[in-house]
């Protein structure tokens, strides 16, 4: 990620303690925050626990948006009971209609064996399009749309078999 308040792995904390206080200043009604990148700050368990701290104190969530296998963000948020949530699907790395119905048939089938499904996309006028024409269909077969709260307190901050086993997040991958 680039521009003036993107996280980097060898940025000092205090210099990602300034980014985090500007950008939030910018979206001074904000709830919470994703990685909307961020791979490699993820699996950083030190920068993790830190971010998690400063988001507990400020009252805002996060939703990991799982770019790293070896991610760590969410297992930080579990263990000091930050309010957060993580990605099962994304609707559109492959940016065409037929690849995201796909993939939200997928997020669909998920939430029907689980009992809850979160999908992560961007406002990509194929995503728009399919989301628009799909959103309908899918009220009317008893899916139900809820807002980021509402996953959230319908997770209870455990994680998904897909991310952990008993509610626990699994360890990051890389051992770190």
């Known amino acids: 990620a680039t521009g003036p308040y993107a996280w980097h792995p060898g940025t000092p904390l205090p210099e990602l303690a300034s980014r985090l206080q500007a950008a939030l200043a910018k979206v001074p009604y904000?709830?919470?925050?994703?990685?909307?990148?961020?791979?490699?700050?993820?699996?950083q368990p030190v920068r993790m626990a830190w971010l998690m701290g400063e988001l507990q104190q400020r009252h805002l969530f996060f939703v990991d948006s799982r770019t790293s296998a070896a991610t760590v963000a969410a297992a930080e948020a579990q263990r000091i009971g930050l309010a957060h949530v993580s990605r099962d699907v994304f609707l559109d790395d492959v940016r065409t209609p037929e690849a995201i119905a796909g993939q939200l048939r997928i997020g669909v089938?998920?939430?029907?064996?689980?009992?809850?499904?979160?999908l992560i996309g961007h406002p990509y006028p194929q995503t728009l399009e399919v989301l628009e024409r799909e959103l309908p269909r899918l009220k009317a077969q008893g899916i139900e749309w809820v807002e980021i709260h509402q996953?959230?307190?319908?997770?209870?901050?455990?994680?998904?078999?897909?991310?952990?086993?008993g509610g626990r997040?699994?360890?990051?991958?890389g051992g770190q």
């Open 151 to 165: 996953m959230i307190a319908l997770r209870s901050n455990q994680a998904m078999a897909a991310h952990g086993a």
């Open 109 to 118: 089938e998920m939430a029907r064996r689980q009992g809850s499904a979160v």
């Open 30 to 43: 904000a709830a919470g925050i994703n990685n909307h990148m961020g791979s490699r700050m993820t699996a």
């Open 169 to 173: 997040y699994r360890a990051s991958a």
